[in-house]
């Protein structure tokens, strides 16, 4: 049975429309145990964990031939349907993960799903934005009698996975996908948060100007000036409410044929960007997510498009040139050919990981 505990944290998500006072952690059991060889074929019924054979193999070179009885905090910053978790809980008999999940549907049906797979006080999972790695206090979240950490204690890995849940994809109450063309355009990870813009309000209320931002900087769109102005002339006749609504002005203002596609793709992206401020948080998260990494720890991001990839890489690079560790992965990596006739959808992701061992520890006393 789950059990509930309520921490109320110092910051809720850092979006404008997000605070929250409180947070929920549910606390998972297990009844099984599976190790994978990252050679084998696997199944994923719900979602599957884009480079998960990269991160094990990144997480076994790092982790797996120290000493077995020392015991391992991870964070899986992106929880989703819990596939990685599951996988490194798995391949790491003493590691223990936080996870965190803003979306409330997610969060119900991981909870469920990891109850099988994750002992006691293995898992805590968090319910919020992954920007509130700062408010995490460990020695809070774990108090077992197999395991009592120090309120020192900072994480030994960090995994951010920034592409979306194909749960979310799918939610016909989201309106994340084009395909499904009479859902209500929310785009709202957080969907039950009232005080959060939809999809719909950006497009019925932004100025064209910001709408045309949103275009050329979130969709890297080069006629954003033209969907802006259709934007705006649409919804002087009729607001925009669901997701057939912004296909329509799509098709309107452009004659892409073949290409139609990729086009829905990137102007769809950069809505659901704007709305759940994924460039911000993102921002925000490398200005703080080594001050709660251990010695020695490491920070993996899988990113799917250019604008994601250009800020963890500018990142990291200043941190070399600051001393504060090395890039575990010089140039990136990308999805094998396995994982890609596995999954398609793999083809954009680059995966990247940082190391962070200072000279001198900076975040310390």
């Known amino acids: 049975m ?10 809720g998500n850092v979006n404008k429309a997000g605070n929250k006072p409180c947070k929920t952690l549910l606390h998972v059991n297990k009844t099984n145990t ?24 990144l997480i076994d070179e790092e982790f797996k031939n120290s000493s077995n009885f020392i015991p391992r905090v991870f964070c899986d910053l992106t929880l989703g349907c819990g ?19 803003l979306d409330s549907k997610i969060v119900d049906y991981t909870s469920n799903k990891l109850m099988n797979y994750i002992n006691e006080d293995r898992l805590v999972i968090v319910e919020d934005n992954y920007v509130c790695i700062e408010d995490l206090a460990i020695s809070d979240l774990f108090n077992s009698p197999n395991f009592t950490p120090s309120n020192k204690k900072k994480f030994d890995f960090v995994l951010l996975d920034l592409g979306f849940n194909s749960l979310q994809l799918e939610d016909p109450e989201k309106g994340i996908s084009f395909k499904k063309i009479h859902s209500n355009l929310d785009m709202r990870y957080d969907s039950n948060n009232d005080e959060k813009s939809k ?15 949103i275009f050329l900087n979130y969709g890297e769109e080069k006629n954003y000036e033209a969907i802006a102005r259709n934007v705006v002339k649409r919804r002087d ?33 950069a809505l659901r960007i704007a709305v759940n401020y994924e460039i911000v948080n993102l921002k925000r998260l490398m200005n703080k ?18 604008l994601e990839d250009k800020i963890v890489k500018s990142t990291f690079k200043e941190c070399e040139t600051l001393k ?30 940082f190391k962070f061992n200072p000279h001198t520890d900076p975040h310390r006393n």
């Open 2 to 11: 789950l059990s509930y505990i309520r921490k109320k944290f110092s910051r």
């Open 34 to 57: 599976n190790h994978i060889s990252s050679n084998s074929p696997i199944h994923f019924e719900d979602h599957y964990p884009v480079m998960w054979r990269n991160i094990l193999k």
């Open 83 to 101: 596939n990685h978790t599951k996988l490194i809980l798995d391949r790491l008999p003493q590691c223990y993960m936080v996870g965190v999940e």
């Open 199 to 213: 999809a719909s309000d950006i497009l019925n209320n932004c100025s064209e100007l910001e709408l045309q931002e």
């Open 237 to 269: 006749e009729k607001r925009f409410e669901t997701v057939e609504d912004f296909i329509n002005v799509i098709d309107l203002t452009f004659k892409a044929g073949d290409k139609k596609y990729n086009l829905y793709t990137r102007l769809f992206q």
């Open 289 to 306: 997510v080594f001050f709660n990494l251990e010695v020695g720890g490491i920070f993996a991001v899988i990113s799917f498009h250019s």
């Open 324 to 353: 504060l560790g090395h890039n575990v992965i010089k140039k990136g990596e990308r999805a094998s050919q396995t994982e890609l006739e596995e999954n398609s959808k793999s083809h954009s992701a680059i995966l990247r990981a």
